[in-house]
């Protein structure tokens, strides 16, 4: 049973010391290795690790294909302000190989954890030679993975797998008695910078949770595409998190008098403190239709938009 530490009690400046004691112990002498995605949780991670080992932390960024417009020289930009280097590593090939004809949302999942983590993130840190991965992981990944809501591609050894035997190396998790709202005051009292700590949160699957059906490359782009408008249309929202989602099936839409079979894009935002809970942010008419317009404009093919109206529960945070 894992002991939740809420936003309320945490002692960010005891919290860190206790961590950074805590890894030093767990690594020792040796060099241990984390993969940064640029969300608050990798983020928090990464300055934590950095603080615990210095040089002995190597970070890389993993380039899957499914990231957001951009996210690769920005997370690395970000990055090299604070004096941490990060290793880009391209992996497009293996990542889009591993989900070609997967369609069900759970073997999607699975297709991404064990690519990443046994094929493309097991060959750096054997070459490495770490023996212990740095992750985020944070309580709400273990609920919604040990309740059967969705595998969260992070969570192990509370389903009873040994990341050492099946993988090669030891997981280190120092964030995982938090939920979000936790990390983002851990995240502030590290020094990451507003953009970093207070980003919306972005799943690990990244952008092939946001595709209904088979990923692909072309799907992913509409998506981020998609992603991008949505996230700039309502950065000023105040809301927990937004997304646009690209749905399988195509729909009938009218371009230029003619019937016009096309994508649906449906966007969901949400009021939330920790993501155990949510409920739609109650967004002006005038916005969401402005927004319909700049997504059918936009991006080719999209002919229907729709604005997602149910909470958390029944609903989920993300569809796939």
């Not at 993969?35 to 615990?52: E, F, Q």
Request: charged letters at 30%; proline letters at 4%.
């Amino acid at each position: 049973m894992i002991r939740e530490i809420t936003a309320q009690e945490l002692d960010t400046d005891r919290f860190i010391e206790e961590k950074v004691q805590d890894i030093r112990a767990a690594v020792g002498d040796g060099m241990a290795i984390n993969a940064l995605s640029g969300g608050v949780d990798s983020s928090t991670v990464t300055m934590l690790g950095h603080r615990a080992l210095g040089d002995r932390l190597k970070t890389v960024f993993i380039e899957n294909g499914i990231m957001r417009e951009g996210e690769p020289a920005q997370v690395v930009g970000f990055f090299a302000k604070l004096g941490v280097k990060v290793e880009v590593v391209d992996a497009r090939k293996e990542f889009f190989s591993a989900l070609k004809g997967v369609m069900d949302p759970e073997e999607k999942r699975e297709a991404i954890t064990q690519t990443f983590y046994k094929d493309v993130f097991g060959k750096i840190v054997k070459s490495s030679g770490a023996k212990c991965l740095l992750q985020g992981t944070i309580l709400t990944d273990v609920d919604e993975t040990v309740a059967g809501i969705k595998r969260q591609h992070n969570v192990f050894e509370q389903l009873g797998i040994d990341p050492q035997q099946a993988f090669g190396y030891r997981i280190i998790e120092p964030l995982i008695q938090l939920r979000k709202d936790g990390v983002r005051k851990v995240g502030k009292a590290l020094g990451l910078p507003v953009e970093l700590f207070d980003r919306i949160p972005f799943p690990g699957p990244a952008l092939a949770a946001r595709v209904i059906g088979e990923v692909t490359p072309e799907r992913v782009e509409t998506v981020r595409k998609a992603t991008a408008i949505v996230e700039r249309m309502l950065k000023q929202s105040g809301a927990f998190q937004y997304m646009a989602i690209l749905h399988e099936d195509r729909v009938t839409g009218v371009r230029d008098g003619k019937r016009d079979f096309g994508h649906q894009i449906e966007v969901r935002c949400w009021d939330s403190v920790d993501a155990r809970t949510a409920s739609p942010t109650k967004l002006p008419f005038d916005l969401l239709e402005e927004l319909a317009g700049k997504l059918t404009e936009e991006i080719p093919g999209v002919v229907s938009v729709t604005y997602n109206i149910a909470s958390k529960p029944p609903s989920t945070l993300e569809a796939v």
